[in-house]
Nanobody, 124 residues
Framework: VQLQASGGGLVQPGGSLRLSCAVS????????IAWFRQAPGKEREGVSC????????DYADSVKGRFTVSLNNARDTVYLQMNSLKPGDTAIYYC??????????????????WGQGTLVTVSS
């Protein structure tokens, strides 16, 4: 499976962005797809994930109520809608995937396949 993340950019605090993770090379029906982010000097941390099997999702406490993860009807793209962005959301965002019924954001070790990352900068 191949992953291609896109949609990053520069946005002011309080603004919105939508990230996309295009999935190819395999049917996603048995996969979980997650978004992780890594800020300079920090470890990669889980942001959100979705199970393509049952549609269940999970979010980090820091983004609950602001971010929404979804899978499109064609089941080939996972979106991360990010609203009310804060400077602390600045990071490179990566999407990861692996065959799990239940998704997890406990750690990047949970996923074997990764996209190249897209940079999100929240600044005035």
């Amino acid at each position: 499976v191949q992953l291609q993340a896109s949609g990053g950019g520069l946005v002011q605090p309080g603004g919105s962005l939508r990230l996309s993770c295009a999935v190819s090379g395999a049917t996603v029906d048995y996969y979980s797809i997650a978004w992780f982010r890594q800020a300079p000097g920090k470890e990669r941390e889980g942001v959100s994930c979705i199970s393509a099997t049952d549609g269940s999702t999970d979010y980090a406490d820091s983004v609950k109520g602001r971010f929404t993860v979804s899978l499109n009807n064609a089941r080939d793209t996972v979106y991360l809608q990010m609203n009310s962005l804060k400077p602390g959301d600045t990071a490179i965002y990566y999407c990861g995937a692996d065959i799990w019924d239940e998704c997890s954001i406990k750690g990047p070790y949970y996923y074997r396949h990764w996209g190249q990352g897209t940079l999100v900068t929240v600044s005035s």
